[in-house]
């Protein structure tokens, strides 16, 4: 038991457990009540407060600011992680990989692949390390790898690529020479090829900040969150799946550790089990309607947010075939659009009523909004804007393509502009039903986007 000037009242560690799971999603019932009690000793010695229930007010009193949020994340969560744990998930990643080159060739072939909870850095980098040996012929800037991590100093770690040997301790020694070089202090540097086919971001698990086409968290082929979720309340847990759902392409995998599957967890992804590794596939259309209404803002840095929210349940096929995602970017159903359009600012109801009944992108526009996309991946905003400019030039009424058009140039800085854009997305969504589907968006529903716009202007006009 913690010390007795430690022994606070059951009433104040139940807010306090209650509070760092809305934020954080992290359980700390039952057993892992005592876990807390002991981590707030040390949190408030940490800060220098002796008294450990003014310390727990002061945790729960006002916003749940980025102090408060660091220190709990240094002091609440576990950073064990190593290179290529439990290996059968990387193999997925080769055969899911080799797969779509089989299909649609290397040239037309993107991989987007998201380690969520990526600790220091190492499952992100085995991912990189294994396509490279086994889809080289896949150049480097057609994979997209994202670690994220509610830690920032995981994150730092990370991107120094310096690791010591017991991050190597299911690693074969071939690859360990190929890949790193010995430095300091019985360190080792991870290659610059490999660590630029990652990049890291925060991003607390618990917020409401993806899925996002902003910051590119959508459209995953591969989600990896393995030993991360055992940490959550089963609510939450089940929030995050959720928002995972909506992240992955159709075709694509959500990877978890065998402990931390649950069929009723899961429930709409079709599960293959292993005795190391669960891979739990999407199959079928995405609902859209399961992100209508939620007021997702979905833009900015993947960080922060209010957390708590909950994604309803969504329904999803769930048969097991094994083929990846079609098409590079995949234009969705043209949108149903509303019985009676309203009459927008420069857009009579007619001209949306056509805009929406064909708005899939033809093969050139896909081609330059293929483009776009890279280019907005790689922080390149000029050079996105110039594809979604011929885009736009063969379809002006795209709504995605105007929708990124507003976030590259809010990129840029030039919120003026940007509003534009932004008032001519409005406008166009105004013809489309909140729980359909944009045309080309891959999936994501009208309320979704116009929330995401909106979140935008609120935010450029600050
Ligand atoms: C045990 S490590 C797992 C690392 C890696 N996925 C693996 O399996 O080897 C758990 C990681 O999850 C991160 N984490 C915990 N809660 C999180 C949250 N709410 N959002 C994002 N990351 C979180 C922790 O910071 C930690 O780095």
Known sequence: MPP???????????RLANKIEAETGWSFAGSKRRDL?????RMAESVGMENGEEFVDWLLAGAWDKSKADLCTHYLTIGETYFFREPRAFELVSNYAREKIAAFGAQNTRLRIWSAGCCTGEEAYSIAMALRQSVPQLPARQISILGTDINGRHLQFAQAGMYRQWSFRNFDPALQKLYFSTADEGQYQLNKEIREMVKFSELNLASRVYPSIATSMNAMD??????VLMYFSRDQAKNVIQRFHLCLADGGWLIVSPSE???????????????DAIFFKKTGPRNASAAAGQGLPGIG???????????PKQAVSADTAVLPSATVVRPAQPARSKAEKPQTDGHTAGSLSA??????????????????????????????????????YLQPDSIIAHYLMGVALSGQGRHDTAEKQFDTVLGLLAAIADEDVVPASDGLSAAYLRASVQAFLQKGSK
């Open 355 to 392: 805009a929406t009944n064909d708005a899939s992108l033809t093969p050139m526009a896909e081609h330059y909004h293929a483009k776009a996309l890279t280019a907005m991946e790689a922080g390149d905003h000029g050079d996105a804007m110039q594809n979604l400019k011929r885009v736009l």
């Open 301 to 311: 840095k993947a960080s922060g947010g209010n957390a708590g929210d909950r994604v």
């Open 4 to 14: 007795t000037d430690y022994v606070l009242s059951a009433g104040l560690i139940e």
């Open 222 to 227: 591969i989600i990896f969150c393995r030993n």
């Open 261 to 275: 599957a649950s069929a009723e967890l899961f429930s709409g992804l079709a599960g293959v089990y292993h005795p």
């Open 37 to 41: 009690c002991l981590a707030i000793r």
